[in-house]
């Protein structure tokens, strides 16, 4: 199938350059070894061509037998010197790309796994994915195919046109006109399915959304018995797609027809005009021999020169989108506090050791270079917090809260009201603006991000499965836990029962982020895989959201032992999931506008009196 040609060029070729020569310099002997191998390969073709004038002349017209046979096997030594040559350097080209895009793909993906969470609420999971398909599948096939043929092709051009000049200069000017043509030809058909190949692009991505969105919604569309309706549609961009790949194709099936016939008038017309040179005297039958088989062979390098920058500026353009990606700023992570494990002594002292003993402690440095530890209990603290996702809209204004280890803090209201913010900010996936957050009394800006996450675990309203077993899904959340614990973990969530159910109980392979269970079962698993943690702190952000009332009352005895003894924060829309919280905060527009037990609240009549009684309701 041949390639298409898109409009793809990048905005800036000398920086992009600049990036991509890092890579390449990393492999440059590589390289350097292929570039030197093509010439060799592409010179003993120009020169088998240009010793035709010697086998006619030297040997053929005086009839030296002897002589045309020894240099017969002396250009096929040679031939055989640049076969070899370029079977070399096909594969070590075909090494040498793999091992850059390799390079190039580790380097995006580990820059990926430090970019901060706000990078990914402002870029696409389509747009990110396209760079490690779409961008490097252009730059891999760019380097298979485009390198070495680039040079190849543009030592043909030259070498063909000087030693064309070299046999007759007269007849080259007629060649050099030509080629001038063939060239113009060229870029006015390349131009053109450009053009075309872009509305074609659109036009299928136009179509197979549409197809996606049908099937996705097939039960919607029998409801309202749309079918009619979706034929009409479907025939309508099926046809726009039609036209422009009938354009797209036509224009570029043009483009070796005329060059071909473009290079055929040009042979008959140097053939013809040669002849007469030779009759004339002004040229030998040898020299016209071998000057017919380079008119002959002209066209090819050229179309193949120009179709292979075209792809060079595709794959660059995509090039360019990596290193975009890759030049994007890391999560800031300047903190010095880190966890480390301690042994607990009967006078309440604490000392660091080794060995795991199921406490720790902030490892806290001084300015006078001693260390401090700080025993890591779970009290969290928000001190006049001001935030919000860009400097020019608040989201959280003066808030204030404290949750001292082993309580419940719950958050209620709408959506919007900037619950979840607040949990985002205890993870340190975004910076407050102003005030501070205290763990365990140390501001965590000075606690580094990966140890502050280690104390922390959080339950999402949107679970997320990786593939693999069910006991390294639960196992995610502790990686070098042992089966026992697993178990354990899966019990006090309740997702023991019907996991042993299932054909390979725990050995069960997920896939395609848990399609095989329900909601509720993987809600399960991902309590499981934060209780295996057993973190000081825990997040339950609408945890029981897609949990059935027969369900949620199942595990709320193993939510209660999951929760006990940690400090808890709870944001949820079922309100009876909130009642036995020490504290509860009703959010409004980033502001806490009431806090109190579930008691304290409904004797206010406030604004939880009135969610609770169902005269307010939950947007």
Known sequence: MARQITNAKPRDMLKTLASFRTYMGHHKYALFGVALLVIVSTGVNLWGTFQIRTVVNKYILPGDYQGLVHFIIFMGIVYAIGATSTAIYK??????????????????????????????????????????????DTVQDAFNNCFDNLIQSF??????????????????????????????????????????????????????????EMVDGVKVVKVFNHEEKNIEEFNRRNEILQHASTEALTYSGRTIPTVVSISYFNYALVACIGGFFTIAGMMDLGSLSSYLIFVRQTAQPVNQFTQQLNFVLAAMAGAERIFEMMAEKEEIDDGKVTLARVRVHHDGTISECQEYTGHWAWRHPRDDGSIELVQLKGDVRFHDVVFGYNE????????????????????????????????????????????????????????????????????????????????????????NATMDEVIEAAKLANAHSFIKRLPDG?????SGDGANLSQGQRQLLAIARAAIANPPVLILDEATSSIDTRTEKLIEKG????????????????????????????????????????????????????????QFELD
């Open 91 to 136: 594969q070590l080209m075909i090494h040498t790309s793999q091992k850059i895009v390799k390079e190039m793909r580790q380097d995006l993906f580990d820059r990926m796994q430090k970019l901060p969470i706000k990078y990914f609420d402002s870029h696409t999971h389509g747009e990110i994915m396209s760079h490690f398909t779409n961008d490097l």
């Open 155 to 212: 030592i043909m051009i030259v070498g063909t046109l000087i030693l064309i000049f070299v046999l007759s200069w007269q007849l080259s000017l007629i060649v050099l006109f030509c080629m001038i043509i063939m060239y113009f030809v060229i870029q006015y058909l390349s131009k053109r399915s450009k053009y075309y190949f872009s509305h074609q692009q659109a036009a299928m991505g136009n179509l197979n959304g549409f197809i996606e």
């Open 392 to 479: 020019d809209v608040t989201i959280l204004k003066d808030i204030n809260l404290f949750a001292k280890p082993g309580q419940k803090i719950a958050f209620v209201g709408s959506t919007g009201a900037g619950k979840t913010t607040i949990t985002n900010l205890i993870n340190r996936f975004y910076d407050i603006h102003s005030g501070s957050i205290t763990y365990d009394g140390i501001d965590i800006k000075l606690i580094k991000k990966d140890d502050l996450r280690k104390s922390i675990s959080i339950v999402l309203q949107d679970t997320h499965l990786f593939t693999g077993t069910i006991a390294d899904n639960i196992r995610y959340g502790k990686l």
């Open 506 to 510: 725990y050995n069960t392979m997920l």
């Open 559 to 614: 939510m209660d032992r999951l929760m006990e003894n940690r400090t808890v924060f709870v944001i949820a829309h079922r309100l009876s999931t909130v009642r036995n919280s020490n504290a509860i905060m009703v959010l409004d527009h980033g502001e806490i506008i009431e806090r109190g037990s579930h008691d304290e609240l409904i004797a206010q009549k406030g604004r939880y009196y009135q969610l609770y009684t169902g």
